[in-house]
């Protein structure tokens, strides 16, 4: 089953620079898994005690997996994950 991740630019060090990769799984915490045996690193980048991370937003083609099943939604061949650093800031 191939699906493709977009990598945002701050995880693209464990990614060798590349801006998508392929990985496979049939939920959103074994693609996570499968993506850590080649991109050391990645997973607890995303992942924290078996959740999302707070600030890392995880679309599953482009529907918010956290109005879905989050890291236990469904994935199928063909779909698109991305991942986006959660952004805020600004001045007071």
Known sequence: MAIEV???TIL?????????VEGSGGTLA???ADLETRHNGIEAR???DGKLRRFVNVYLNDEDVRFLDGIDTKLTDGDNVTI???VAGGMV
């Open 6 to 8: 977009r990598i945002p």
């Open 12 to 20: 693209r060090t464990y990614t060798d620079g590349e801006k998508a």
């Open 30 to 32: 074994e693609l996570f």
């Open 46 to 48: 995303i992942v924290d």
């Open 84 to 86: 986006l650093p959660a």
